[in-house]
């Protein structure tokens, strides 16, 4: 079936960028997924890419799409200690059923050091 | 705007016990989901409705767990009898009324389910 792989740890400090990287298997994915989960809390979309897009920018985060090597990064500018986190990588893919469902990565658990 | 609301936020029961979870959409929102997330994973969907039917249950072990979205829109999973892995946490998510994989999903806080 599908796999979504992502590095699990990554610490930066304060005010550096933070690089998220993110490899996928399913050649059919048509949108690729940044999800982010606070502790004790849900997750939370920060953004989406389509798959002929290669890059987008969204404020403080930029999205790499590279589709020959299957490989996603999520770039953030100016890390602050409110985005530590969990981050998933999500791809969309056709399951066992009948319907496009998302499939996640394991999580990067970023810590950003004052 | 009410986001997704789940209930218990917690439960602990021993193995071979019952269990159900509650969910609550967004208001009008068409589409529900229930993923399991165990501790170190990302969220596995266990279970799709559009509206009151299912989409795709393909990854929901029919023998333990069963779900239910009766009138299209509150949502209630169950597990029995429930086993030691099925200790997860388990989230809900709501989308808009296309049904989309591109529609937003919003997510619940999640119940945390230990097994004992």
């Known amino acids: 079936g599908e796999d979504v792989e992502q590095s699990l740890f990554l610490s930066v400090r304060e005010g550096d960028s933070s690089v998220i990287n993110c490899t996928y298997t399913?050649?059919?994915?048509?949108?690729l997924y940044w999800y982010k989960q606070e502790p004790g809390a849900g997750l939370q979309l920060l953004t989406y890419?389509?798959?002929?897009?290669d890059m987008k920018q969204d404020q403080r985060l930029t999205v790499l799409l590279n589709k020959k090597d299957k490989h996603l990064s999520l770039r953030i500018a100016d890390t602050q200690t409110g985005d530590s986190a969990i981050y998933f990588c999500a791809e969309s893919g056709f399951s066992s059923g009948s319907a496009r469902q998302l499939t996640f990565g394991s999580g990067t658990q970023l810590t950003v050091l004052p | 705007e009410a986001g997704v609301a789940q209930s218990p936020r917690y439960k602990i029961i021993e193995k071979r016990q019952s269990v159900a979870f509650w969910c609550n959409p967004i208001s009008g929102h068409a589409t529900l989901y229930w993923y399991q997330q165990i501790l170190g994973q990302g969220p596995k969907l266990l279970i799709q409705?559009?509206?009151?039917?299912?989409?795709?249950d393909s990854q929901l072990p029919k023998d333990r767990f069963s779900a239910e979205r009766l009138k299209g829109v509150d949502s209630t999973l169950k597990i029995q009898p429930a086993k030691l892995e099925d200790s997860a946490v388990y989230l809900c998510?709501?989308?808009?009324?296309?049904?989309?994989?591109?529609?937003?999903?919003?997510f619940g806080p999640g119940t945390r389910l230990t097994v004992l």
């Open positions: 399913d050649s059919s994915s048509t949108y």
């Open positions: 890419i389509f798959s002929n897009m």
């Open positions: 998510a709501s989308s808009g009324t296309s049904g989309r994989v591109t529609d937003t999903q919003y």
């Open positions: 409705f559009q509206n009151n039917g299912v989409v795709d």
